[in-house]
């Protein structure tokens, strides 16, 4: 059996390296920080214009939907290249979530205008109505005050020109829907970085906008929670070795006692350490991208699994990266803030890595529970 990449899959993430080291550099990342609003709106476009002729929004929207026909497979190494970018449009929100959403629920109508819209217009989305908790997928849509839905935290939507967003009551279940950004009122949330578009969306229920309801938006919710968990993985391991690998630069050019500290034992052990977790990451995620493409049983837990590890790894290359780099690690001058911000962000969103493990705990005993029964049965 063959777990590499393809010529082709490694030459698209190649290319996708290429643009993002040109269009994201850390020089532009410090520039769209300091731009006012209008400042970053324009940079955003013409980030997006770029992404949107390599074709990533609809890297996996099918052919006859006039997307590129790929799969998840080839998608996780673009997320990773727009990790290890700290890209900050919603590359993850419109190419990993909507996109897929929107082809599986085809061929309903709203479903077709926001994919084509996504495709033919080069638009990126916004989601939010989706938090993943221990005890499963859950909605934090609330009805506000003037009779609209508020849902909080919803991610893109400075930019958006759709909303992709969920809500659930207790008498009709789920619903989904995929709102135009001129019907909604978009508050902004004060975030950890202003590259981390986070808002409080108010909008209006509307039939116009419903892509699907009941027993159907809770299996489209719950695939999108999975995609979100293993995108955002991907993300998260882009991030890791990034921030290794600008820690390990440093090592070696900082020198104390007359030597780089990089050939100090204990700086050495806290690079090892965290290479380590990132290395154990990585598969878990390729796993879950392989899952996904292939609607593998194990999926839930394959996507829980790669969000936790590679939570971990992030995070532990984050500390491990601010305490080589020491004080400076914490300064404007010093890029290593950047992937730092992004990192304590993103292994969060999403269910964080303890909430994930306790997930596949309750698959595991769910799973044990089924073949002790199973068993007893077998015995009568």
């Not at 939907?65 to 919603?90: Q, S, T, Y």
């Not at 390729?286 to 899952?291: C, D, F, K, M, P």
């Amino acid at each position: 059996m063959d777990f590499a990449f393809t010529d082709e899959q490694d030459a698209l993430r190649q290319g996708v390296r290429t643009v993002l080291d040109t269009e994201c550099s850390v020089d532009a990342l410090r520039a769209f920080e300091l731009a006012d609003e209008d400042g970053r709106a324009e940079l955003a476009r013409n980030r997006w214009a770029v992404l949107a002729e390599l074709g990533a929004p609809a890297l996996v929207v099918p052919e006859a939907a006039n997307g590129l026909g790929l799969g998840d497979v080839d998608l996780v190494g673009v997320l990773e290249e727009a990790g290890r970018a700290c890209l900050p449009e919603p590359l993850l929100e419109t190419a990993a979530l909507a996109a897929p959403t929107l082809a599986a629920l085809l061929p309903d109508r709203a479903a077709a205008a926001a994919l084509a819209a996504l495709v033919e217009d080069d638009v990126s989305f916004a989601v939010g109505g989706v938090d993943v908790t221990v005890d499963g997928v859950v909605s934090p849509t609330a009805v506000s005050a003037d009779g609209t839905l508020r849902t909080p935290r919803v991610v893109g939507a400075r930019d958006a020109a759709i909303a992709l967003l969920a809500c659930r009551d207790a008498d009709s279940g789920w619903q989904l829907h995929a709102v135009p950004a001129d019907s909604c009122t978009v508050y902004p949330t004060p975030a950890l970085s202003s590259s981390r578009d986070l808002s409080t969306v108010h909008w209006p229920l509307d039939s116009e906008t419903l892509l699907a309801y009941g027993v159907a938006a809770e299996a489209a919710v719950s695939l999108l929670a999975d995609r979100a968990a293993a995108g955002s993985a991907a993300l998260l391991v882009g991030l890791a070795d990034r921030m290794l690998a600008m820690t390990a630069t440093y090592a070696k050019e900082r020198h104390q006692f007359g030597k780089a500290i990089g050939s100090f034992q204990a700086v050495k052990h806290q690079l090892a350490n965290a290479r380590v977790a990132l290395e154990f990451a990585r598969p878990a995620t390729y796993r879950a991208a392989w899952s996904l493409a292939t609607a593998q049983p194990t999926l839930s837990h394959d996507a829980s699994m790669a969000k936790a590890m590679a939570s971990d790894a992030a995070d532990l290359a984050a500390r491990v990266g601010l305490q080589v780099h020491g004080a400076i690690g914490y300064t404007w001058e010093c890029d290593l803030h950047f992937f730092l911000k992004r990192t304590w962000a993103l292994s969060r969103a999403w269910g964080d890595a303890a909430t994930h493990r306790r997930l596949v705990l309750a698959q595991v005993r769910r799973g044990a529970k089924g073949t002790r029964t199973a068993m007893s049965d077998s015995r009568q």
